[in-house]
């Protein structure tokens, strides 16, 4: 659902006083995508619903919270950096030993955003795999479309581009556009993008290697976690591996998962290998 | 931890200044390549030095240059800050010797992502 024009205008006009910060006409994907968490904590059924209760009944505890969502925490290149180090030295190559027949891998971003993840992993993957003659395929998934355009589009400003990208790999795989930054081709066909709400079927998606479920369990409810996570389990081939975000965990959720400790990362397996 | 700023604008090496103090750093400040390199000469030598690419007298690219040629100041870690983005300028900057580069305006967190990319955030701060 998008965001409509009075929920947007009263966001923008809230973030203004608060934090000096102006949100421009064009922005909606970004208010939208920082607001989903907090809509979906607050049981609303979309953004503007939730924006638009705020509004008629003025909360200042959620006001703080929207102008928080959108004044910080921009999403990152290799968000955190510890994981897709786990990723490249442990899991990676992990994959080469068991996938060496197929020569195949196929990755699922299940909270893409803007197309950071995706594209980090699809970096990831250039020297270890692709030089190497394997192929891989990247789903980045996002309940938001207005995301998934700019996802798709993989063109990036500045601030963003500033944001956990080490220089080397900038000036590797982005080309600069006017003031903005384009992912090269080579990178952009490894990912594909797609809408999904994870409390759908995820039976078009396939069946993955790797799944990145970073930072999203945390906004749903514990029976809707159990749900989330029993299903990925269905979609990942035996011996996959599973990234959470630094907050979330399966204990007390799914215990049908081993965790292994890479460095001080977590990564989920599901027990017994998993089912295909 | 030690970091030299290097900028000919007071106002920025404040800015920049401020925020490594913030997360811990003692701070040592230059206006240009020619003056940084005099602190170089002087004191023990900084974890980091971050460097603006235009300044009068010395530039940033002749100072990290000058730094790359020294071997006894290979240890320094070297960040271009500046309003320089175009890609050949970041690739020139890469091939002197910078280890990162950060374009400004700059948010503080992307400075600390950039410091936590050198493995030069101090214990017990964020990124």
Same mark, same amino acid.
């Not at chain 2, 070297?78 to 020139?92: C, D």
């Given at each position: ?17 608060? /934090?000096?910060? !102006? %949100? @421009?006409?064009? $922005? ?13 904590? =607050? ?100 309940? /938001?479309?207005? !995301? %998934? @355009?700019?996802? $798709? ?13 080490? =220089? ?109 | ?127």
């Amino acid at each position: 659902m998008a965001l409509t024009t009075t929920a947007f205008d009263w966001v923008c006009t809230l973030v203004r006083k608060e /934090s000096a910060i !102006v %949100l @421009e006409a064009g $922005k909606e994907y970004l208010v939208e995508s920082r607001l989903v968490p907090l809509a979906r904590a =607050a049981g609303a059924s979309d953004v503007s619903a939730y924006v638009d209760g705020i509004r008629l009944r003025p909360d200042r505890r959620a006001q703080t919270a929207i102008v928080e969502a959108l004044t910080t925490n921009e999403t990152s290149w290799f968000r955190d950096g510890a994981p897709f180090t786990a990723f490249s030295t442990s899991v990676i190559p992990a994959l080469k030993q068991a996938r060496a027949t197929t020569r195949s891998l196929r990755i699922w971003s299940a909270a893409s955003s803007t197309g950071q993840e995706p594209y980090s992993l699809a970096i990831s993957l250039q020297d270890s795999l692709i030089a190497e003659g394997w192929r891989a395929e990247i789903i980045g998934t996002d309940l /938001s479309n207005e !995301v %998934l @355009e700019k996802a $798709k589009a993989g063109r990036y400003s500045q601030l963003e581009m500033n944001r956990g990208l080490p =220089a080397p790999l900038l000036v590797r795989h982005f080309t600069r556009v006017g003031t903005q930054w384009q992912v090269n081709d080579d990178i952009k066909k490894m990912v594909r993008f797609q809408q999904l709400n994870l409390t759908n079927s995820y039976a078009a998606l396939g069946q993955f290697d790797v799944v990145f479920l970073r930072n999203v369990l945390i906004y749903f409810d514990l029976e809707t976690k159990r749900d989330i996570l029993s299903r990925v389990r269905k979609v990942l081939k035996p011996g996959g591996y599973m990234f959470l975000g630094g907050a979330e965990t399966t204990l007390g959720v799914d215990e049908n998962w081993d965790r292994e400790l890479i460095g001080r990362v977590s990564v989920h397996r599901p027990k017994n290998g998993g089912q295909a | 931890m030690r970091a030299l700023v290097v900028d000919d604008s007071r106002a920025m090496r404040k800015i920049i200044a401020g925020a490594l103090r913030k997360l811990g750093y003692e701070t040592v400040e230059a206006a240009d390549g020619a003056e940084a390199l005099k602190v170089l000469e002087s004191g023990p030598l900084p974890d980091l030095a971050t460097v603006d690419w235009n300044m009068p007298v010395m530039d940033g690219l002749t100072f990290v240059t000058q730094v790359r040629a020294n071997r006894d100041y290979r240890a320094l870690t070297l960040m271009m800050v500046t309003t320089e983005a175009e890609h050949g300028q970041i690739v020139r900057a890469l091939a002197a010797g910078a280890h990162e580069y950060l374009i400004k305006p700059f948010t503080v967190e992307s400075l600390e992502e950039k410091l936590s990319l050198l493995g030069l955030l101090p214990e017990g701060a964020q990124a």
